[in-house]
Nanobody
């Protein structure tokens, strides 16, 4: 079992920045990929960014160039630095951990989510 704890969500103005963090505990020796997914009201959960234990990164086209994912293996923590935030970034952001190197909006282990609201 893997447990994920998220933090860093909140209210930010358009063009602002926010940093999310996710700490993993439990059977983390089996985890090879961690990432972030988001779900806006009335929409399906979608990929934001993922990173493997080897440092390989994958981003959704909608956040490329604005968001950066990083992983601190010694601390079992993954970060999502979000810059140039837009109102359409408003969503609940979920941390994910999985044993494989593929990404999907389902499967693996999930955190409880943290709300990000971009509004003036």
């Amino acid at each position: 079992q893997v447990q994920l704890v998220e933090s860093g969500g909140g209210l930010v103005q358009p063009g602002g920045s926010l940093r999310l963090s996710c700490s993993a505990s439990g059977s983390i020796f089996s985890i090879n990929t961690m990432g972030w997914y988001r779900q806006a009201p009335g929409k399906q959960r979608e990929l934001v960014a993922t990173i493997t234990s080897g440092g390989s990164q994958n981003y959704a086209d909608s956040v490329k160039g604005r968001f950066t994912i990083s992983r601190a293996n010694a601390r079992n923590t993954v970060y999502l630095q979000m810059n140039s935030l837009k109102p359409e970034d408003t969503a609940v952001y979920y941390c994910n951990a999985r044993e494989g190197t593929e990404w999907s909006p389902v499967g693996g282990y999930w955190g409880q989510g943290t709300q990000v609201t971009v509004s003036s």
